[in-house]
């Protein structure tokens, strides 16, 4: 069976696919893993089989893609390259042989040591039992080269398939990875994945792939097998295109599967603009979820305690409605979706994407008062009939 990459549009059922793959998988005889990176998608994955399956089961395994690392490639087989055991991981927010506030690297941190050995001050912490999660795939890559590929040998004796998911937030010495497992005829893999909705590195650094082009032609250079879902089971046909009009013209139409909106939420249907003015009269009126950038963004205009979420952890994430706080880099979008996003805004754009997918039935813009009148949406206010599409 080839190995096979899923590109599966936002709510197009690629969690359904997964399990209901899985569950056929173990009622074979197999054991199946599935490797993600969000919490989010983590919990969202086991609760749906356990929904569908009935009970747990062992042979239905669900990590993250450090503790994967961590695990499977790195500690069965670290003594090849360091001694003392690694029990844990250190989660970095920037690179951690940055000196503070600087691009300067601090000294005594490079790969290799004068005698050509492993540095593990490149990989580890200085006390070498806690391993840097921006490092952790390349010290996989490393332990497999040093190894023979053991990690993916025993990897295919415990798993008939395995699942990569969110592959969009994989780069560099991810993919490096990908490419020795790819190498040995078990286990099967599958990658799923939206490059739309890239909004997360698992790295830091310039090792290519690094961009949605990239990546896709790193799979095809590894011979997936490329699929596509393109039917969208979460929103109304109004979202999808709003969500289509993001990335213009590089993705196929998103079709909707929803036939029937239900008759508590079929008052406000579509896509609006909300005035700052009036941010907290819609929330009292229709009980949006908002996201938003990030914690601090809002904080003059939305009430408290309202439910919000940053764009990045919504992600799997769907919502009957809708209020997005856009960015100052994204607010060209909701004056003109016809101009696209420049080239050195694809972190706004895909998170902007991200945000619009998550709603069900209806999404709404902020913007100043001021600047209302220029927004392509149906402004909302008190006196709105609640259903909208497109200015004209």
């Known amino acids: 069976m080839p190995n096979t990459l899923c590109i599966a549009g936002a709510g197009s059922g690629k969690t359904r696919k997964i399990i209901a793959e899985s569950i056929s998988e173990i009622d074979r005889g197999g054991k199946v893993l599935v ?6 998608n983590q919990h969202e994955l086991r609760n749906r089989f356990l929904q569908a399956y009935g009970k747990s089961s062992d042979r239905f395994v669900v990590k993250g893609i450090f503790s994967f690392y961590l695990e499977d490639m790195v500690r069965p087989y670290q003594q090849a ?3 003392n055991r690694i029990n844990e991981i250190f989660f970095n927010e920037r690179n951690p042989h940055l000196q503070e506030n600087s691009k300067f690297f601090i000294p005594g941190r490079a790969e290799y040591l004068d005698n050509s050995s492993f540095n593990p001050r490149h990989f580890l ?4 039992t806690k391993a840097h999660s921006g490092y952790l795939a390349k010290l996989a890559v490393r332990i497999a080269k040093a190894t023979q590929n053991a990690a993916a040998d025993r990897l295919g004796e415990i ?5 990569f998911d969110e592959v969009q937030d994989l780069v560099g010495w991810d993919y490096d990875v990908l490419k020795i497992l790819n190498k040995r005829a078990k286990p099967t893999i599958t990658c799923v994945g939206d490059f739309r909705q890239t909004v997360y590195d698992t790295a830091f650094g310039q090792k290519a792939p690094l961009t949605a082009v990239e990546k896709i032609s790193a799979f ?3 011979r997936f097998v490329e699929q596509e879902l393109t039917q969208n089971w979460r929103s109304i046909q109004t979202i999808c295109n709003i969500a289509d009009s993001v990335h213009l013209g590089s993705y196929g139409k998103t079709d909707s599967a929803v036939v029937d909106v239900p008759p508590e939420f079929a008052h406000h249907v579509g896509a609006f603009t909300v005035r700052e003015s009036q941010v907290t009269d819609y929330i009292e009126a229709y009980n949006p979820t908002v996201l938003r950038w990030q914690v601090a963004s809002g904080a003059k205009i939305l009430p408290p305690h309202v439910r919000c979420y940053n764009f990045g952890s919504s992600k799997g994430l769907g919502f009957d409605r809708v209020l997005i706080l856009p960015a100052e880099s994204q607010m060209q979008f909701v004056w003109n979706g016809a101009v696209p996003f420049p080239s050195n805004a694809s972190i706004a754009q895909n998170k902007m994407y991200v945000a619009i997918t998550r709603a069900r039935y209806s999404i709404a813009f902020i913007v100043p008062d001021k600047k209302a009148s220029a927004a392509r949406f149906v402004i909302w206010d008190q006196s709105s009939l609640g259903r909208a599409e497109l200015n004209a």
């Open 125 to 128: 912490t200085l006390c070498e």
């Open 81 to 83: 390259l360091f001694k």
């Open 220 to 222: 095809k250079a590894m």
């Open 35 to 40: 490797v993600t990176y969000t919490i989010n």
């Open 159 to 163: 798993y008939s398939h395995v699942y």
